[in-house]
């Protein structure tokens, strides 16, 4: 069974025409933009979370400790999280830190760490062994 669909003949100049259009034109422009947008947040959202797989596995931590410790490094050098990501990246990869970033670093690493010692003594509730029965 053949199928045949049936176009107006102007159909091409009614689609020139609303492609024409000063507000269909200003719409394109504008979902562009947003496009463009979204793809540059996109690329900085996976990079974020290749540093926090990394922060994981060297500090070891959850997600959320690791997404927080990046954050902490970005607030220190007053850089944006993606751009802390990338340089947590290549340090991987082999290219050094910046001094602040380094310095950065060890500080939010220093504080992950006194969490994690303050959080384990408030989750054992069991004494300590020490004078009791």
Do not use: F
Request: hydrophobic residues 45%; charged residues 25%; contains cysteine.
């Amino acid at each position: 069974m053949q199928r045949t669909t049936m176009l107006p003949e102007n159909w091409w100049d009614l689609r020139a025409e609303a492609v024409a259009g000063k507000a269909a034109a200003q719409e394109v422009v504008a979902l562009r933009a947003e496009i463009e947008q979204l793809q540059r947040a996109l690329a900085g959202r996976m990079v974020i979370d290749q540093a926090c797989g990394m922060v994981m596995v060297l500090a070891p931590c959850r997600r959320g400790p690791a997404r927080n410790l990046l954050m902490d490094m970005a607030r220190q050098c007053n850089t944006k999280l993606p751009d802390v990501a990338a340089a947590v990246v290549a340090a991987w990869e082999g290219e050094p830190l910046s001094r602040l970033m380094q310095r950065a670093l060890r500080d939010a690493l220093r504080r992950l760490y006194a969490e994690d010692r303050g959080c384990d003594s408030r989750l054992t509730d069991e004494p300590s062994g020490r004078g009791g029965p």
